[in-house]
């Protein structure tokens, strides 16, 4: 008889990206941001080191917490900071799934709100999208409704598109919590700052953020909600109490701090995925028109797998994804590719012409 | 009608000890170290924060976790590292405790046990300790029977005392887990390396051990859990990928590869505790003969509750503790002192003096 729970025997785990720890790679597989965090970063660290480590953190991480308020024009109450927002997703289903609870999410889409579903002992069921990643709402109102927990992430991955603020509104569900994953909500021609929450269905909606992508802070793991008080206070009964570290605090706030140096990196990196999305159509792949950092892109007639393997075979590493059962049971494949810098992004697009031509 | 699961809206969270963010207290409330950590730490952080923070860290945390399996004579595969100790409980929570299941604890102990397994919608009765700390295995044998997963601290918190090899054996349940919280365990005499781990029943152990202690690194939130390769891989699914961030494994790698600075300080620390039992004695309190970084500590007349608030007043903080319905239903309080340094020590027992006498 095993010692687990029946529901993570069953489960396989979440993989996540290829993170080789070796040099000489060119990754454009996991949506890291290929330029450094702000120098403030650094010099934040080097402080939170050398004061008292032997100590535990702040754990109401106040300092962190004024700072993302007065980005979104909300109190510091509004805002819950989490090791990475993976931890916030986490928080989340264990706050409003109950076992057996029905969650939902589009498909395709994020692979692990279906593995933290399974593992909370929740229900769940996909909102399969239309080919052109539009919603079905006759389609998915049924599902919507029942739900206690719908996850959006938005910029949507691995498509790269983002809804409307009237698209996401329907997606609320009459009893339940609606939550925007907005990792990569930097990326977009026009960044929103929780303006939704201000709505009369705010109340429902938690936003979640990170500064794993355009803050390029992927290696401190730092995240946070914004949502009104009442749904922030109880997630905090759900966190352990000291879920942030002192040097990761540091390095977060000091780089919230810096929207200059961010808002110049989106910059460069949105001129090279509009550079990178043309060039691909231009190879003969459709790509998606992207408000993220990377671009969903789909060939024909070669096989993706095969292109993914030759890339990686010259060290670059790009995510080759697999959807079965999408829409009317068709497998959909396709290669997302992280925007790196200009450099990366010639040196894959020479590769991938040498491959396809 | 609340969007919260009811279990999140029946619990009041837990509360940890109080962490004033400014400076001039004597904290002998959260058994932290006194002492820094090793200076390799500080190196070690600033090379990696000199490092790629846009990229992730390592999901396996490998380098980390052979240092810790040399450590305890086992091999990587057997050890999780995770965002504190308290991370790896909540993980715990998740993998073995069904909605319903039966969870059990030791009474006094830690109250965060209880938080989590209301979190996770699982069932708790407490294993109600004599009065001597002793356990009453007549008492406690059907609660451990019917339970999935046991938590017993070894040292116990706020007790301090350690319980020996055969009691612990005593209390793995027939068809459940057992979870050895070692939080405490380097400061004990004579320190465990985990060999329980290769009894006959240690496929059913759990170790759960934290740098926050012994390391002086409460700050940058590490701990590991040491078990059966069958029991981590199973943990592994329900943890997040990125759990340990770029900063916090440089810092922990570093630190348990300094075993001699962390040895020095538990030693410095084990002589103060004896003198600080010692006069506590002298005071007219009673003190549990202590293996950790602290004192359980009562006076047969005097309210714990006032001395509490009277060092308060003087900016020395303690952790004055009540645990109603103790065996028998008698309320327990007393006050659980943190072993600091000698001139800390000094200075309490000096205000303490000139309270009591």
């Given amino acids: 008889m095993s010692l687990f729970r029946p529901a993570i025997d069953r489960i396989e785990g979440y993989l996540p990206g290829e993170q080789p720890q070796e040099t000489g790679w060119i990754k454009l597989n996991t949506n890291e941001n290929p330029y450094p965090p702000s120098p403030r970063v650094a010099e934040a660290i080097a402080a939170a080191a050398a004061g008292k480590l032997n100590i535990y953190p702040d754990p109401l991480v106040t300092r962190f917490r004024e700072t993302a308020g007065a980005l979104f024009n909300v109190d510091a109450d509004w805002i819950l900071p989490a090791n990475g927002s993976d931890e916030n997703l986490t928080i989340l289903m264990r706050s409003f799934a109950d076992g057996g609870d029905l969650v939902s999410f589009p498909y395709p889409s994020y692979i692990l709100y ?7 002992g929740a229900r769940h069921q996909r909102l399969q999208l ?8 006759d389609r998915v109102r049924p599902i919507i ?14 498509s790269g598109n983002e809804w409307s603020r009237d698209e996401i509104l329907n997606l609320v569900s009459p009893n339940g919590v609606l939550v925007l994953d907005e990792a990569y909500g930097d990326f977009a021609d026009e960044p929103h700052r929780g303006q939704i929450l201000q709505s009369d269905l705010g109340r429902q909606i938690v936003i979640t953020r990170t500064l794993s992508k355009s803050y390029s802070l992927a290696g401190i793991r730092f995240g946070f909600a914004v949502a009104h008080p009442d749904l922030i ?5 759900v966190k352990d109490s000291y879920n942030c570290n002192t040097l990761s605090i540091a390095a977060a706030t000091a780089a919230i701090q810096d929207q200059d140096w961010m808002r110049k990196n989106t910059r460069k990196i949105r001129a090279t995925r509009a550079r990178l999305t043309a060039e691909l159509r231009s190879l003969g792949f459709e790509a998606v028109e992207s408000q993220a950092n990377f671009v969903w892109s789909t060939h024909p007639e070669r096989s993706h797998q095969e292109i993914y393997q030759t890339l990686k075979s010259r ?9 079965p059962d999408a829409l009317d049971g068709e497998e959909i ?7 790196g810098t200009d450099e ?8 991938l012409t040498s491959i396809v031509k």
Same sequence: chains 1, 2.
């Fill in 130 to 137: 239309n080919k052109d990643w539009s919603w079905d709402f």
């Fill in 333 to 339: 494949t396709g290669l997302r590719i992280t925007v």
């Fill in 145 to 158: 409704n029942e739900s206690r927990l719908v996850l959006v992430p938005n910029p949507n991955s691995p």
């Fill in 114 to 120: 279906e593995t933290l579903a399974d593992i909370q």
């Fill in 233 to 237: 206070s109880g997630m905090r009964k």
């Fill in 344 to 351: 990366e992004t010639n040196r894959f697009l020479a590769e």
């Fill in 315 to 323: 060290k670059i590493l790009v995510r080759f994804m697999k959807f």
